[in-house]
Structures are given as structure tokens and as C-alpha cells.
């Protein structure tokens, strides 16, 4: 067990040690914000600059929207080689990730991570797709599920000075190995720029960590009935976060440096605003 844990600690160290963690220093002008708007459950399309709102520590802002085709995607996988993910769950999980990776463009890059009792980076990220293909075909699942582990190294891994960055969660079952708290992770996704999205088998048990992943960053938890529903499952939250609207904004009459709180609203409709909670500002 001792030794399973060192390489945990080792593999989270690696991924750690090779993606800074994004913050927004005093020299960074613009804020960029992922926001995702539905209403009564639908995408809502076609919004320009003057529905929005958004407010940094209360104080109204002047926002721009980003064109996205302009902005590559950096997609992130983090997931669950435990024990349970053999036979036909790893098959549909193989499959998921293989369908997402072809709906990626040429710009956009892809990573690779996995958890089990150990943190393991197949593959950082890169626009060399076949080269995630291949690690993702080596996936030969063992041990214990350290998904708070697994989490933390992956919001690390997608940290980056370009494109916008997707995370993509799956567990099949509980945490029953790590060795990080999920308070400290959570507050580790707070300060990154990052939209984490939570897949989870449905079950008795409530996924509140992946839900609260979801709601610090912007996204959200799919929990689904069957592994078999894992490639439809991973196709929506791709398609989901390509039609969000890209929010920029300098920061004006706020403090530069601390933790800022952002609201972001749409005016005069009774729309569902998904964004992440907040960010970072200096270092």
C-alpha cells in the first residue's frame, strides 16, 4: 500500500511540475471567462456583447465576445483505471474516448491522464492525436480509484497560455484511494482556467465531488445509466462546450491581486448562466 501511494504522490508530483498552475498576474490585461447560457434546458445562440453582464467583485465591467473559432481547444482526459473498468466497461470507455478524439480539429490539442490507486500522464497534451490514440489503447486498468488524485493532477495538466481548456472527468465508482483532501483540490480548480465536466455511473451514491468540480469551473456531471452511454456522453459535453460563449474583459475599479468573485448574467431573460466562479488576479 506504501508503495502504491508513493506512486500517486510521485505520478501528481510529474503532472504538477509540468503545467503551472494558471493564475492572472497584474501583467495579464484581459480576463477571459467560458459561459455556457440555457434556457428551459436549451443552449440558448445567437447572443452578442450587449446581453451580457458581468460584474468582478460587484463593480459592472465592459465585456467583449471572443470569436471561438479563434481560440484552439485543450481537452483533457482524466480517467478511471481502476479495477472495475475491465471487459465491456473498458471497451465502452476505449470507444468514448476514441469518438471524442476524431471530433477534434487540427489546432486543438489532447491529453491523457488516468487514475487508479496511482496518478499516471499517458500523454501530455498535444496536437499529435494519434499519439493520445495510442496511449489510450495501453490502458490496462488495475487497482483502486484515487479520483480526488486524479482530478488534482489533471486540472494541472490543462493549465496553458493558449486555447481554452476542457477537462473530462470519469469514475465509475468512489474515491477509495487518495491522498489528497477534495477541499484542497477544489480550491486548487478555483484558481484554474479550466471548464470541468464530471461523468459518473448513477448510482446510490451522490457524485458531490464531481459536482462541485463542475460548478467552481463552470460545467457540470452527467451521470449516466450504463457505460454503454459514454461515447453519446462525451460527443455532448464536447459539442456542449464548443457553443459557449467566450467572455473577455479588462479588469476596471477592482483590486490586482486576490481572489475576485464574478456574477455574470443575461439581461432580460430568465436564462441559466453556467461560469466558472471566479479567478485569481496577481500572483
Known amino acids: 500500500m506504501r508503495g502504491a501511494l ?8 510529474v503532472v504538477t511540475g509540468t503545467a503551472q498552475q494558471p493564475t492572472f498576474s497584474s501583467r495579464v490585461e484581459a480576463v477571459r471567462v467560458d459561459v455556457l447560457v440555457k434556457d428551459r434546458g436549451q443552449i440558448l445562440r445567437g447572443l452578442g456583447t450587449q446581453d451580457f453582464e458581468v460584474r468582478d467583485e460587484g463593480v459592472l465591467q465592459e465585456v467583449d465576445i471572443v470569436r471561438l473559432e479563434l481560440v484552439p481547444l485543450n481537452v483533457v482526459l482524466g480517467l478511471d483505471a481502476s479495477a472495475s473498468v475491465t471487459g465491456e466497461r473498458l471497451e465502452h470507455l476505449l470507444g ?10 487540427g489546432e486543438d ?29 495501453a490502458v490496462i486498468p488495475a487497482g483502486q480509484t484515487s479520483l480526488i488524485d486524479g482530478a488534482s493532477a ?26 489528497l ?5 477544489l480550491q486548487s480548480a478555483r484558481r484554474a482556467d479550466v471548464v470541468a465536466y464530471g461523468v459518473a455511473i448513477r448510482s446510490r451514491i451522490n457524485p458531490t465531488f464531481l459536482k462541485e468540480l ?3 469551473t463552470g460545467g457540470s456531471v452527467f451521470e449516466i445509466e450504463s457505460t454503454k452511454d459514454l461515447s453519446q456522453t462525451f460527443l455532448r459535453i464536447l459539442d456542449e462546450f464548443r457553443q459557449r460563449y467566450l467572455l473577455s474583459y479588462t479588469p476596471r ?18 436564462a441559466t448562466v453556467s461560469a466558472r466562479a471566479g479567478y485569481q488576479a496577481g500572483r
Open 109 to 137: 490539442r489532447a491529453a491523457l491522464l488516468t487514475f487508479s490507486h496511482a496518478v499516471r500522464l499517458r500523454q501530455e497534451l498535444t496536437r499529435d492525436i494519434p499519439l493520445v490514440r495510442q496511449a489510450l489503447d
Open 253 to 270: 475599479g477592482v483590486p490586482a491581486t486576490g481572489w475576485h468573485r464574478l456574477d455574470v448574467r443575461v439581461k432580460g431573460r430568465r
Open 181 to 185: 483532501s477534495s477541499d484542497a483540490v
Open 96 to 105: 468514448a474516448g476514441h469518438s471524442l478524439l476524431e471530433r477534434l480539429s
Open 154 to 179: 489533471a486540472i494541472a495538466l490543462s493549465g496553458a497560455d493558449v486555447g481554452r481548456s476542457l477537462l473530462i472527468v470519469f469514475s465509475d465508482g468512489v474515491d477509495t484511494a487518495s491522498f
Open 6 to 13: 508513493a506512486v500517486a504522490i510521485s505520478a501528481a508530483a
Open 214 to 216: 463542475g460548478a467552481l
